[in-house]
C-alpha cells in the first residue's frame, strides 16, 4: 500500500499533558499527538504540564522569571566570578560574543547550570568523564535564593523529562526501560542555560542578527521556557523553510536531540532550529533550554529495537530536504560523552583550549577559530 507523504510542517503542534492522566481516550489521543511530533516534526509545544501549570512548582517558574533579568544584571565582576573559563565542566557564565555556533559568532550572554554532581575523573580517565561535575554560581549574597531557585526548577523539569521518555517509550511500543538502559544506574547530571539575547540597538552591524546560529541539540531531549512575549526562535521543516515558534505561556517547547534520534534508528527526528536576535527597540529576549541527556558512557549507535510497524513510520515522513545545521556525525562511532566534549570545545573554544589542550589542537590545528571555523 503505498503510503501517504506527511507535507512539511508549518505550525509546531500542541500536546496537552493532563491527558496523560485524562480517560483510556484522552491518554490514546495524547500519544497519537506524542507520534505525529516525534517522527514528523521533531517539535512541540506541551502544556499543562506539572512543572508550567498552577500546581507542582508552578512557583518557581514565576521566581525564576523574576530572578533572571537580575542575574544578567549583576556587575560584570560579578559574573565573572564565575566565568566558564574557570571550569573543566563548561559550566558557569559566557560574555556575550564568546560562544560560535556553524563558525558564526552568537549574540547571547549565557550562565550553563546544572544539576549537582561531584566530577569523578582523575589523571589518566578518558576526558570526557570530566564533563560532568560541580556547577559554579554568583556569590549567594549578590542575589540571595538564586541558587536554590534553579536547583528546585532543575529538579522538577527533570523529573517532567524522565516521564516524557516512559511516554515516547511508550507511542514507540518498545519495553519499558528501552531508552533508559542509556542512563547511569547512579545519579546523572542535567544542564540548563539561562540566556538573554540582546536586541539590535544594542549590537554592531557587523555582530550580525544571530541569536544562535542553526543548530542541532546533542542529547536526547531539550525543555524550552522561553521567558519574555519575544519572537526569534525559528525552527527547519524538510522543505528548508524557517518556521517561528513564538513564546506561548505556560508551555515548554520541547524538541527531539541527536542523541534520541540516533537510538531511536531515526525514528524520531532532532530539528534544525536557531535564534533571530531581537530587533532594535524590542529589549532583551530570555529564555531557558534545559537539556536532558543519556549517560556520558552511552553509545547510542546501534540504536534500540523498534517495531516494523513503527519504523514503517519513516517512509510516510519522506526524505529531510536541506538542513542547515551542525551534524554531530561522531555519534556513529563515539559515546555520547566525547560527542558532547567535542561539541562543547567547537562551542567554546576558549574553555576548551584551556582545560583539553590536545583535543583542542585535533579539532582546530591552525589555532583559536574567529570565524569559520567552529560549529
Ligand atoms: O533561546 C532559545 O529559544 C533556543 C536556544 C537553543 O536552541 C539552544 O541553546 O540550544
Ligand atoms: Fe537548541
Known sequence: MPVAIEQPFQVIPTLDYSLVDGSP???KRFKADLLHALVNVGFMYLKNTPVTQARGIFEQVNQLLGYIPKVFDLPVETKMTCSMLKSPHFLGYSRQGQEFTKGARDNREQFDFATDYACTWKEGDMEWKRLWGPPLYPPEESLPGFRKCIVDYLNGVAGLGFKVVELIEECLKVPAGSLAQFYDEERMQQRLKLLKYVDASNLRPEDGTQGVGPHFDHGLLTFLLQATAHPGLQVQN???????APPVPGTFVVNIGKALEIATQNVCIATSHRVISPPKGMGSRYSVPYFQSFSLAAKVNQGIP???EILD???????TGIVESVNYSE?????????QLIGR??????VGEKWYPELFNELFPDGRPSFGAAY
Open 306 to 308: 523498534i517495531p516494523q
Open 313 to 319: 513510520l519513516k517512509r510516510g515522513r519522506g526524505e
Open 25 to 27: 481516550e484522552e491518554r
Open 345 to 350: 570545545i567547537k562551542s567554546h573554544p576558549d
Open 331 to 339: 555519534y556513529a562511532t563515539e559515546c555520547n560523552g566525547h560527542v
Open 238 to 244: 524538510k522543505a528548508g523553510q524557517w518556521i517561528d
